[in-house]
Every structure is written in structure tokens, then in C-alpha cells.
């Protein structure tokens, strides 16, 4: 298995440009969701989907959309970039049930100048 | 709303030192789950426990042991004798049974062990 993987690893982006964060899982995972990392401020939640063609927001989901057409994928958008949205992105999936530890892929680094 | 606090920013010991890093939890469910994640310099999210509100009982793993305090609201992570590959940044997080599905991270502890 390869468990939750995410593309691209590094990506720079001038402010007003979109672009689509790609997650994918193999495990089956009814639950994914999308976490932003930033210095001193822990991982907070973005967006998040407990199961395909269901989605909800997190805590902090403006300038973001996703969407879940499949079990196993789980794309982030960003409309329209801001230097504030400089950040790494983490996206994790865990099986439904608030008990499972989350599975997190190895991140996306994105710069916006 | 459920929140998780770790004091502590930064801390750094020299090899073989004993450590503790404090994760206190706030959440007004009845039912929930605690964790602790280790972010090495490397950039991944390695998870390392998950202890539920029902269970009290200390948990060991090697140098690593877990103490959690129903009645302190903590959870607290205990490194013995560390070494330099324990250095990292660990999270501490909390799920609800009742108001949500979402993980609620702490901001984090930075780790140094220095040789």
C-alpha cells in the first residue's frame, strides 16, 4: 500500500494564481481531510470529507474548495493565492470512527510570492 | 470547544537526559481520544499513541511512556534516557465522540537533544 500520498512535494505560485493539491488513498478511508501547518500554530483543519460527495469545513476554509467525487481522492483548491497562504499542507485519511488515529501523506510545501 | 494546549514552545536537554513534554486538553465530552504525533526534521506526521478517556492506565513503549490525568485534563509524554534521533517536533490532538470528527492539534513542541 502506499498509503496517502500527495503531489506536488514543493510548489511556488505568484499571488491571483489557482492550483489543485492532489491527495490520494489506498486504504479504503471513508474520512480525508486537508491541514495547514504553519510556525507555532500546530496543524489546523482546512477542509475535511467523511465520505465521497460529502464535505465540510474546517476551521479554516476560506480561500480553499475541495471536493470528493471518489473514496480514495481528495483535491485542494485554491482560488485565487495569497502570500498568506504560504504554508505546508498535510492531507491525512483515517477509517470513519473519531477513535482511528489520522494517516497523514507527506505534505506539500507552497510558497506564494 | 475542545482545545489542546502544550505549554512548552521549545526544549532542549543533552543525550541521555529524561524528558516530559505536557499536552492539557480541554473538551466537554464524555467520550474521547488522545494522540501523539512526532514530526521529525524530515517533514512526516508519525503517529505514536491513542489513548481513550476510559483508559487511565499509564502505557510504556521503550523509552516512551505515556501518562494520562483524567483529573488535570493532561496527557503528558515522557522521554527516558533521549537521544538525538528524538528530536522533533511532537503534537499532541484530541477527538470527540459526540461533537465532531475532527482532530484538534496542539501547537506543537520542538525537541532538541543535544549530543
Known amino acids: 500500500n502506499a498509503g496517502v500520498t500527495q503531489t506536488p512535494k514543493f510548489q511556488v505560485l505568484k499571488t491571483g494564481q489557482s492550483m489543485t493539491l492532489q491527495c490520494a488513498q489506498d486504504m479504503n478511508h471513508e474520512y480525508m481531510s486537508w491541514y495547514r501547518q504553519d510556525p507555532g500554530m500546530g496543524l489546523r483543519l482546512i477542509h475535511y470529507?467523511?465520505?465521497?460527495?460529502?464535505?465540510d469545513q474546517g476551521e479554516v476554509p476560506n480561500g480553499y474548495n475541495v471536493s470528493r467525487s471518489t473514496t480514495e481522492d481528495f483535491p485542494l483548491r485554491l482560488l485565487s493565492a495569497a502570500p498568506s497562504q504560504t504554508s505546508v499542507y498535510f492531507c491525512?485519511?483515517?477509517?470513519?470512527?473519531?477513535?482511528?488515529?489520522?494517516?497523514f501523506g507527506p505534505g506539500t510545501r507552497l510558497t506564494v510570492t | 470547544a475542545q482545545k489542546v494546549t502544550q505549554a512548552q514552545t521549545e526544549i532542549s536537554v543533552v543525550e541521555k537526559e529524561d524528558v516530559t513534554l505536557d499536552c492539557v486538553y480541554e473538551?466537554?465530552?464524555?467520550?474521547?481520544?488522545l494522540f501523539w504525533y512526532k514530526q521529525p526534521p524530515s517533514g512526516e506526521l508519525v503517529f505514536l499513541i491513542r489513548?481513550?478517556?476510559?483508559?487511565?492506565q499509564n502505557e510504556i513503549s521503550g523509552r516512551y511512556s505515556w501518562n494520562f490525568q483524567k483529573s488535570t485534563s493532561s496527557f503528558n509524554f515522557t522521554i527516558t534516557a533521549s537521544q538525538v534521533v528524538d528530536s522533533a517536533v511532537y503534537f499532541c490532538a484530541l477527538s470527540e465522540m459526540n461533537y465532531g470528527q475532527n482532530f484538534v492539534f496542539g501547537p506543537g513542541t520542538r525537541l532538541s537533544v543535544l549530543p
Open positions: 489513548r481513550n478517556s476510559f483508559d487511565e
Open positions: 491525512a485519511s483515517r477509517p470513519q470512527g473519531v477513535s482511528y488515529e489520522q494517516y
Open positions: 473538551t466537554r465530552d464524555t467520550t474521547y481520544y
Open positions: 470529507s467523511v465520505g465521497a460527495g460529502i464535505t
